[in-house]
């Protein structure tokens, strides 16, 4: 705000520099909106990376087990009365009935609205938009809060682009009315919640699971299972003949026979300016 007002000359506020203020304070609010949805990203791909850290010191049967357990955990997760379509005019009757306790047959869209006007200016902003979907909110018993509350803002976004047709992040009771997904007798589409929809994609886990181990000290084997190294006790060269077989006579031969095959070993640097 102080880059577009002069604290010491108020009187010289003038419409353009409310122009600039509303467009500053526009701008921010899309800059926090778009951190707090990169914050939730986060938090999904930390819960997912662990997840996978964990599974890599298993042994099989242990993995299997788990997977199990981590499936039956989502599918309980997402186990909850079906959402109706934020912003529809269905979801808005059922505040009118279970948050404001009135009875269905009396709705009234303009009266809605005032209810949850709640400073009278003639605008739902933000705060006020959000106890719209508390009924919503409520059926999801197996969310963590983290997810509740992300799930309150997804609904808050998807009907403040909706209804918000100046882009004001403000909407007006002649926008609410002139919506007619609001307005409307529709067959209810329902909606998706984050248990639904991917929050990222796998490219994005790749970047953030190599970065978090590193940041963890996990090591090279951070989501992997490493490979069982040879005993080397055990190892057997190819054709070798066992030692308690031969004399000294076929030891010495043996030996000059494999020595004349190996090839010698050059300088690590030597490597690099040949394949230069």
Excluded: C
Excluded at 187 to 193: I, K, L, N, T
């Amino acid at each position: 705000i102080p880059e577009h007002l002069d604290f010491n000359n108020w009187e010289t506020f003038s419409q353009e520099d409310l122009r600039k203020l509303i467009v500053k304070v526009v701008a921010d609010m899309d800059e926090l909106e778009h951190w707090r949805k990169q914050d939730f990203k986060q938090y999904e791909m930390k819960k997912k990376a662990e997840e996978d850290h964990k599974m890599a010191q298993m042994i099989q049967t242990e993995r299997e087990h788990y997977i199990q357990q981590m499936e039956e955990q989502r599918r309980l997760h997402n186990k909850h009365e079906p959402l109706k379509h934020p912003g529809s005019r269905n979801q808005l009757k059922k505040v009118w009935e279970d948050t404001d306790k009135l009875d269905k047959d009396t709705y009234d869209p303009t009266t809605l609205f005032g209810l949850h006007d709640r400073n009278d200016d003639g605008y739902w902003s933000y705060d006020e938009l959000n106890t719209i979907f508390l009924p919503e909110i409520e059926k999801l018993n197996n969310f963590s809060d983290l997810e509740r509350l992300e799930e309150l803002y997804r609904m808050r976004d998807h009907v403040m682009k909706q209804m918000d047709t100046d882009g004001d992040h403000r909407i007006s009771l002649a926008e609410f009315l002139a919506d007619s997904e609001a307005q409307e007798e529709k067959p209810d589409q329902g909606w998706e919640d984050i248990g639904d929809k991917e929050q990222y994609t796998k490219e994005e886990l790749e970047i953030f699971e190599k970065e978090y181990a590193k940041q963890q000290g996990w090591g090279e084997y951070a989501y992997s299972t490493p490979a069982p190294t040879p005993n080397p006790s055990r190892m057997e060269q190819p054709n070798q003949v066992p030692v308690d077989s031969l004399d000294n006579t076929d030891i010495k031969q043996h030996h000059q026979i494999l020595v004349q095959h190996v090839q010698p070993i050059q300088p690590v640097q030597q490597h690099q300016m040949d394949d230069e």
